[in-house]
């Protein structure tokens, strides 16, 4: 799944795109990624100009004139595409928005779980899936204060805390694992057992570990890849993820996998405390 570096990625190279450009005509292949009715989706879009693109954890804000816009999940495997109109479609192609000039973007998802909703905007934090987010990293509100008090109330693993969304917005399998490495906290470590000073240098890490993944265009572990068709580059750079059996970077003990909550979960059972 996209996470909020490749979402971040994928806002950036898609919004020099679209911006600007109005919509003529919009055809839903498949209505399911439509949250609401896909008839009147492609109905209010009609004659909307783009206007900018911004971005809340995983979702996509696609503004639009008219005080509209579209909020956009890529969920595992969406991806935007700029096309010729007469480009040949994919077969799993599923939403295409034609533009005035006859280019067209395409939103593409092997596995349509992907969702697009329109709302007024300045709503999609009452009408959409964001009402239910926490503070997202690198954010004003994602305090070294408020990471504690999110982890103080949650009796669970911190690897389960951390990829909960209401705690904090935009991670997922690949940095979590990243991120408790660097900071030596064994995934099944209960969250609120965790010492303050170690969640400060949790907040910390995660904080730069989200700049450096974005910096290096995301990563393309499986099938993401930017609205140019470019993958990321933070693959290079990661240290326990898809690195099981190899030894760690820091202490040469083999990383060991586990599932934790159906996730697969890499780490360093030397390097990395469980705290109870």
């Not at 596995?111 to 009402?131: A, H, N, P, V």
């Not at 693993?157 to 030596?184: C, F, H, M, P, R």
């Not at 970077?249 to 909550?261: A, D, M, Q, W, Y």
Request: aromatic share 6%; charged share 25%; glycine share 8%.
């Amino acid at each position: 799944m996209p996470e909020m570096p490749e979402v971040e990625t994928v806002r950036r190279t898609l919004l020099p795109l679209i911006k600007g450009k109005t919509i003529k005509e919009v055809t839903v292949w498949y209505p399911k990624i439509i949250t609401g009715d896909a008839k009147e989706f492609a109905k209010q879009l009609t004659g909307k100009k783009i206007e900018n693109i911004e971005r809340y954890a995983k979702y996509l804000l696609i503004r639009l004139s008219d005080n509209l816009t579209i909020v956009s999940h890529l969920r595992m495997e969406g991806k935007y595409r700029l096309v010729k109109i007469n480009t040949k479609k994919d077969k799993h192609d599923h939403v295409q928005i034609i533009f005035s000039d006859n280019s067209a973007l395409r939103y593409n998802d092997v596995r349509k779980f992907g969702r697009m909703q329109l709302i007024k905007t300045g709503t999609e934090k009452e009408k959409t899936g964001i009402s239910k987010l926490g503070a997202e990293p690198n954010s004003a509100a994602f305090t070294v204060s408020y990471l504690q008090n999110g982890l103080a109330r949650k009796k669970k693993n911190i690897k389960s805390t951390l990829l909960d969304q209401s705690v904090v917005a935009g991670l997922g399998n690949i940095y979590v694992d990243e991120v408790l490495w660097e900071t030596k906290i064994h995934p099944l470590s209960q969250a609120n057992s965790i010492p303050a000073k170690k969640v400060a240098q949790l907040h910390d890490n995660i904080n730069s570990l989200i700049e450096l993944a974005i910096a290096e265009r995301g990563t393309t572990v499986h099938t993401y890849l930017d609205a140019n068709g470019k993958t990321g580059g933070f693959q290079k750079m990661l240290q326990v993820y898809g690195h099981k059996g190899e030894p760690c970077v820091r202490c040469g003990t083999p990383l060991e996998k586990i599932k934790v909550n159906g996730r697969g979960t890499t780490f360093c059972s030397k390097c990395q405390v469980i705290y109870k």
